[in-house]
Structures are given as C-alpha cells and as structure tokens.
C-alpha cells in the first residue's frame, strides 16, 4: 500500500502560504486602487459578510467568519479605527451590538472581488472539477470534525 499523504502537515503548510499569498494578492488590488490600507483577509471576509448582511450582530459575524467572538470583537475594532465600519447599538437590545458597512468600506469591495477572482482562478488551475469537489467536501469534513466524536 503506498504511503498515504501527511495531510496534517499538508493542510498547515498550505493554510500559512494561502494567507500569506492572500494578503500580497489584496494588498497588491488595493494598492492599484490608490489606498494605502489592504484589508487582511479576516478583514476581507468580514466586508463580503457584511456587503450581503449589512446591520449583523457581531455575534452573527462571528458565526459567518468561523471566529471566536472575541477574535470578532478586536477584528472590528480594527476596522472601526479605519472608518470601514461602524458599531450601533441593536435597536431590540442595547447589549447586542450591531455592524454597518460605512463607505470607505464599500470601496474597498471592487478591488477585494477582483483580486478574489484571481485568487480563486489560480487555486483551480490543473483541478477537474470533481477534483475540486473532492477537495472541499474533505475541508467541510475537516471543519466538522467535532460534530459528530468516534472512538
């Protein structure tokens, strides 16, 4: 039986280099725009969240983003400090507190897309689309994998 591939290994490594080649890929698409501040890409992600669920609850975006509540809470202050969103109150509850997009965050969404685009295009390059399929349902597995303990 042949070897089986050090997926653990595999998964970290790829993890560490996608983010890193995420950040110079956004950060390249918002230069060209003309700003100086590049979303990270738990930045990037909270603008796509909030671009299609504007008014979230930051314990919404915490679910949507796959983070810790507290890492949403810092992740949003940072973007609070560069005019990208803004925090309310909930009208319903004062304790909840509510994210809006604001405009200098609406500005960064064409260049973060564009840049998605590219970035998507070059993880599928030399994969079938069944291969690709194959892929994410193992990463959905992955992501499941306390769901459902064995042994």
């Known amino acids: 039986m042949a070897d089986r591939p050090r997926l653990i290994f595999l998964l970290n490594s790829a993890q560490r280099r996608l983010q890193q080649w995420m950040t110079a890929q956004q950060a390249w698409a918002t230069h ?3 700003d100086s501040n590049a979303p990270t890409p ?3 992600g909270a603008l796509f969240a909030l671009a299609k669920a504007d008014g979230a609850t930051m314990g ?4 949507l983003l ?3 509540p507290s890492a949403v809470s810092g992740l949003i202050q940072r973007m609070e400090a560069l005019h990208w969103v803004q925090r309310r109150p909930c009208p319903d509850d004062a304790r909840t507190q509510r ?3 604001r405009d200098a965050g609406r500005t960064q969404l ?3 897309r564009q840049a998605l685009k590219r970035i998507n295009t070059r993880l599928y ?3 079938s689309d ?3 399929h194959t892929v994410a349902r193992w990463l959905r597995h992955v992501q499941h994998l306390d769901d459902h303990p064995s042994r």
Do not use: N, R, T, Y
């Open 32 to 34: 060209a725009s003309g």
């Open 42 to 44: 738990a930045q990037s």
């Open 60 to 63: 919404q975006l915490a679910e």
């Open 66 to 68: 796959d983070l810790a």
């Open 99 to 101: 994210v809006w997009l």
């Open 110 to 112: 064409p260049p973060l």
């Open 125 to 127: 390059e030399g994969f």
């Open 130 to 132: 069944e291969e690709l």
